[in-house]
């Protein structure tokens, strides 16, 4: 019974930065995990960042370990993703996702029970 908006896509050229928002309502944020998800036309939707109840823990993919940086502040009820040294390769829409189950794997799509509808992020040449 978690709803969540996306927000803060757009266009940037390579090497720039965006800061993707997730606000959620309905329910607090503090019992979830939570995660961001990419998906580019045609392709299968892939993980990209995680973070543990509490925010302690952060998990990453290979491709953006390094210039993506997963935070959530629970006062706020909001998950962000701080992108920076943008490549046109990271065009995709984003996604964000949230579990409360007692057993999460971060980095298992289907694992997530709530999704928001995502931003798109277009990163030019």
């Known amino acids: 019974q978690v709803q969540l908006v996306e927000s803060g896509g757009g266009l940037v050229q390579a090497g720039g930065s965006l800061r993707l928002s997730c606000a959620a309502s309905?329910?607090?944020?503090?019992?979830?995990?939570m995660g961001w998800f990419r998906q580019a036309p045609g392709k299968e939707r892939e993980f990209i960042a995680s973070?543990?109840?509490?925010?302690?823990?952060?998990q990453y993919a290979d491709s953006v370990r390094g210039r993506f940086t997963i935070s959530r502040d629970d006062a706020k009820n909001t998950v962000y993703l701080q992108m920076n040294s943008l490549e046109p390769e990271d065009t995709a829409g984003y996604y964000c996702?949230?579990?409360?189950?007692?057993?999460?794997?971060?980095?298992?799509?289907?694992?997530?029970?709530?999704w928001g509808q995502g931003t798109q992020v277009t990163v030019s040449s």
């Open positions: 309905g329910r607090t944020l503090s019992s979830y995990v």
């Open positions: 996702a949230a579990d409360q189950d007692w057993v999460v794997r971060p980095r298992v799509l289907s694992d997530y029970d709530y």
């Open positions: 973070i543990s109840r509490g925010g302690g823990n952060t």
